[in-house]
């Protein structure tokens, strides 16, 4: 294989953690958004919405949580990573996490979430959100990923992904019992509607600083020309953002028949929740670090190693 | 303070890949593993090509971005500069090889060794020092330089392209050659300040 021509991307992180940051922006979604219908009220339903979004939540993040332990080499030594002393934004995160969990799981057995511990919970669920993107913007070698447009993309991601989920579970839950549709779902579809329209654009703003700068430009052809484009064309854009969009809009305007909104509403959600898995993923695998510079000599990829696999493009000053 | 360093002379390396092997003998890292590597890469056009060498290990950076995004401070920066990796707190979980701007930890998914089902008695010794799933790097060869030795790199360098020393001493060989001969750090822009600094090849005619 011609050592010059072969883009290397990162290993190190594959659908193990791609499904943790998911899930982990799921859940935290999921429980901000529980937490807001529980305080909002705007339709006679949603005390019970609320509930089924922390137990959604809730099960979510034990998802999330059980992955990426299985993702790490020594498990015994994780523990270790619960500590405050280290400014990790991976131990960040995973004390967040955890805390978020606990909390979570303590309301599940409350009345209602509009309380102090309601308040705290929401505020370690948005830090969660932005976790999920400070993570990978923290990592100095990655280009692709070094923007704020990243951690804002991911919040928008991680709360759209909670709509869709508790849309899902309104829709479903409808579906199994005789067709009715729950005064909570058009409101649901509605913010679907707009977190999509939200995810998209700033999805749209992050590929073209991508393509804008140099050492970006690699990642960015992975994503929408190279071997991530058709997940990119069909899953991203197509189905994780067209789909739910102008279904969407819609299932919103439309008087339908019942059981055709509650099986349209299924689909919608169905298409945004791997539109979103798929968001988190490519922009994971098409990371690449930045080349070596040798003065005198050149760009140099780096050595092959347990992040590349075995051939680089070499760069000429 | 002591602030050990390194200085690569590419002007001498012969790309004979010695150090890589000296370095796999001293730390017996399994297979697939290498903590000293020499990049062989093309410059220029036929017919005024080249092949480079540039020996890669851990650059020891003063402001390590390993040690900033590990997760169980597992890696930690000597007083004398030296950057280490505890294994006992390791998780595993690759994030300073993502950090890493020279690609220095290695993690250890699983150990292989070189002939199947088979363990040689080096291998066997030499295995005990590694744990499955935690992540290594080059440390200077600690061991070593306690003892008042060179790293097995520098050592062994049958070239004499590899120097080791007291970066905080001007009047040490390192420093020395670094003033001289316009040593330089790969990617500076990275902030990381490197303690292994290159020496330039000659220029091709």
Known sequence: MDANNVIGVQKSWGWKVAIHLYLAGMGAGLYVIGFLMDVLRPASDFAFTAKLSVYAAAAVLIAGLLLIYSHLGNRANAVHALSLAVPSWLARGSIALTILLIFDLIQIGMPNLNSVLGIVTSLVALFVLVYTGMLLTSLKPFQFWRTWLLPILFVFSGMGSGFMLLGFLIALYGLLNGSVVAPSLMPVVSCIVLATLWTALILIFFLWRAYAVASAKDSFRIMTTGSGAMAFWLGVVIVGHLIPLLLGIYLSSAVLNPGVTLMLSVFVTLCGIIGGFLVKYLVLSAGTSAKLKVVGGGSVPLPESARFPASHRVQYR | ?205
């Open chain 2, 1 to 205: 303070m002591t602030r050990y360093g390194m200085v690569i002379d590419l002007a001498r390396c012969v790309g004979c890949d010695t150090c890589s092997i000296a370095c796999k003998a001293e730390k017996a890292t399994p297979r697939g593993v290498q903590l000293s590597s020499v990049l062989k890469y093309e410059t220029g056009t036929y017919p005024k090509s080249r092949l480079n060498y540039l020996p890669m290990q851990c650059m020891h950076c003063a402001e390590p971005e390993c040690k900033k995004v590990c997760p169980t401070g597992a890696i930690s920066k000597r007083d004398d500069g030296v950057v280490v990796i505890d294994s006992t707190k390791c998780m595993g979980c690759r994030y300073c090889v993502l950090a890493c701007p020279y690609a220095s930890p290695h993690n250890l998914d699983k150990i292989c060794t070189y002939y199947e089902g088979h363990m040689t008695p080096f291998e066997k010794v030499g295995y005990q020092k590694h744990t499955a799933g935690t992540s290594e790097k080059c440390d200077f060869c600690l061991s070593r330089i306690q003892k008042g030795l060179e790293p097995a790199c520098v050592d062994s360098c049958v070239a004499k392209a590899r120097f080791f020393g007291d970066l905080n001493d001007p009047d040490s060989e390192v420093s020395r050659l670094i003033k001289e001969r316009n040593g330089f750090v790969l990617n500076p822009e990275m902030n990381t300040e490197p303690s292994c600094y290159y020496l330039p090849q000659r220029e091709v005619k």
